[in-house]
Nanobody, 122 residues
Framework: QVQLVESGGGLVQAGGSLRLSCAAS????????VGWFRQAPGKGREFVAR????????NYGDSVKGRFTISRDNAKTTVYLQMNSLKPEDTAVYYC???????????????WGQGTQVTVST
């Protein structure tokens, strides 16, 4: 069982930066892939970034490549999402999720946080 709590959201002007944190409980956290997703009002959930368990391999959604960076500290059981050059279209509720790989580049996320609001103003 893993519990996830996101923090670090808030209101920022376009071009600014925020760092989101996803704090996890559970001794097996290091064995999970962790992803960040977001959902804007009236839109579906969008993949943002993912980081693997041990080799720290990362993947990003096309809309955030080059601007966002995902990282993890297994000792602190925390995953971070550094968001730079924020745009109004990045406004959404951001969720972190922990899961496993079930096939080539396919993942099942079994544990989700409650989300943190990010609002980017013009």
């Amino acid at each position: 069982q893993v519990q996830l709590v996101e923090s670090g959201g808030g209101l920022v002007q376009a071009g600014g930066s925020l760092r989101l944190s996803c704090a996890a409980s559970g001794r097996t956290f290091s064995s999970y892939v962790v992803g960040w997703f977001r959902q804007a009002p009236g839109k579906g959930r969008e993949f943002v970034a993912r980081i693997s368990q041990s080799d720290m391999g990362t993947n990003y959604g096309d809309s955030v490549k080059g601007r966002f960076t995902i990282s993890r500290d297994n000792a602190k059981t925390t995953v971070y999402l550094q968001m730079n050059s924020l745009k109004p279209e990045d406004t959404a509720v951001y969720y972190c999720a922990a899961g496993i790989e079930v096939g080539y580049l396919k993942y099942r996320y079994d544990y989700w946080g409650q989300g943190t609001q990010v609002t980017v103003s013009t």
